[in-house]
């Protein structure tokens, strides 16, 4: 073991074999899932529960070592990996869950659980989680929570801050933090888990979640649309919206990107013929949704064909043409991932802008965009850039433009600092700095994190 007093410290809380100073042991907690964001860590600590947390973070905070904490590590703005030395707070040990309380249909459970494990054990309950994404086999509840985590279902359900009615946490000082009672009403002062929810570690570290559940559908349906062009999208959409009862989904992926998933995993094409554009659709209720879904494109001129499923396997096969994306963009190179929104009344030509946009500052990159439609949301995934800062700094404009978000649901981390003053006012990110030294007075929790590191005399 190190002579690291600060790992000394931690070794005597959580045991030495729970903390990781060797490189080859500390190496898959220090790069983020992209490849492109990493460091090295000064230790990795695993502690079992709360009250390992707590006093791990006294420890760290009397010493004046700086905390990242971490859960599956999915996370594509460099906000769970170090930079300089930090210690990484890993939460995956904290991965229990209760008993679900089916009168309230909610569930408390560990930051470490993974969203799979969570969604199995509320489904033998015969309820659901109401969010869901292509990583739920390694995204942990807490890092959902830090970073308000939206994914395919928002439409219908909302993101984390809607599904979390309580939470624990842990201030950077040890300070516990507990509010977990579920109520639907209280208004006991203010929402302190409603602050943490998007602070992405910054203000605490979230150790355990309360989750609001939700009914299964008794029925549940996909459809694939073909699209002749990206002016369809948004008119489809708000097809859906109008005549679809139980709409979960409305997800777009585009024809580049169709093609290069089937080509990685060698899928058949769901369509006769190759589209601009794709629109996937689900929907759920008590009643079969399908010929609400069928009516959205057989009098419409803006679908030229659509692919139908209502079993599970059908279900799985059409979402995998979407939800392999991220992988298929991957294993092409490491990408320059931008997740942004824009007002869904400007999304078609924001998609259709882009690819000219990228290759004005980067002439050998190109872009692969998908995301989910209603909200405006854009994942720009940008392979082969070879001037990645100019690629962000360029498209994080034009969504200003446009009246956009620079972080749509991933959160800001190290990788769009400088580009927050696109998206807050001054008055805000001076509100945010407030709050972060009131919490976090030693700047220990996630340095750089949201807010540009401060100089401190």
């Known amino acids: 073991m190190s002579a690291d007093p600060v790992v000394v410290a931690l070794a005597a809380i959580v045991g030495a074999e729970h903390v990781l100073v060797d490189a080859d042991l500390r190496g898959s907690y220090e790069v983020d899932w992209t490849g492109r964001f990493h460091g090295t860590a000064r230790a990795v600590v695993r502690p079992a529960d709360t009250a390992q947390v707590a006093e791990v973070l006294a420890v760290c905070s009397q010493h004046g070592a700086a905390v990242i904490p971490q859960g599956g590590n999915t996370g594509l703005v460099g906000g769970s990996v170090p930079r300089d030395g930090e210690i990484v707070l890993s939460l995956l040990r904290l991965a229990g869950m209760g008993t679900v309380d089916a009168l309230a249909a909610q569930v408390t459970a560990g930051a470490g659980a993974t969203l799979s494990a969570v969604r199995s054990h509320v489904r033998a309950c015969g309820l659901d989680v109401g969010i869901d994404f292509a990583a739920r086999d390694s995204a942990t509840l807490g890092g959902m929570v830090a970073t308000n985590a939206g994914g395919e279902q928002v439409l219908r359900y909302g993101g984390m801050r809607r599904r979390a009615v309580g939470l624990e946490a842990v201030l950077a000082d040890g300070t516990v933090l507990r509010r977990m009672s579920g109520l639907v009403k209280d208004n006991v002062g203010y929402d302190l888990p409603g602050l943490l929810t998007g602070s992405e570690g910054t203000l605490a570290v979230i150790t355990a979640v309360r989750l609001q559940l939700v009914s299964p559908d008794r029925y549940r349906a996909v459809v694939l649309l073909g699209l002749p062009s990206l002016d369809a999208l948004p008119r489809a959409v708000a097809r859906a919206r109008a005549r679809v009862t139980g709409l979960t989904s409305a997800e777009f992926f585009l024809a580049d990107g169709m093609r290069l998933v089937r080509a990685y995993r060698?899928?058949?094409?769901?369509?006769?013929?190759?589209?601009?554009?794709?629109?996937?659709?689900?929907?759920?209720?008590?009643?079969?949704?399908?010929?609400?879904?069928?009516?959205?494109?057989?009098?419409?001129?803006?679908?030229?064909d659509a692919a139908v499923a209502t079993d599970a396997a059908g279900r799985a096969a059409l979402w995998a043409y979407r939800e392999v994306h991220a992988e298929a963009i991957n294993a092409s190179g490491v990408p320059t991932k931008l997740d942004v929104s824009v007002p869904p009344k400007v999304l078609a030509a924001f998609l259709s802008e882009l690819p000219t946009l990228v290759s004005g500052v980067d002439v050998a990159a190109r872009t692969v965009l998908f995301g989910h439609a209603a909200e405006g949301n854009v994942h720009v995934n940008v392979v082969g850039a070879t001037d990645p800062h100019a690629v962000e700094e360029v498209v994080l404009r034009r969504v200003a433009a446009h009246g956009g978000s620079i972080s749509a649901e991933h959160g800001v981390g190290t990788a769009k600092v400088r580009w927050t003053s696109l998206s807050r006012t001054a008055g805000d990110l001076a509100a945010m700095r407030a709050v972060k030294r009131a919490l976090d007075p030693a700047g220990v929790l996630n340095p750089g994190v949201i807010l540009p590191l401060e100089v401190r005399c």
């Not at 554009?277 to 009643?287: I, P, Q």
Request: cysteine-free; glycine content about 12%.
């Open 266 to 304: 060698g899928l058949p094409a769901p369509l006769p013929d190759e589209h601009p554009a794709y629109l996937l659709l689900e929907a759920g209720g008590a009643a079969d949704p399908v010929e609400m879904l069928e009516g959205i494109f057989g009098a419409s001129s803006d679908v030229e």
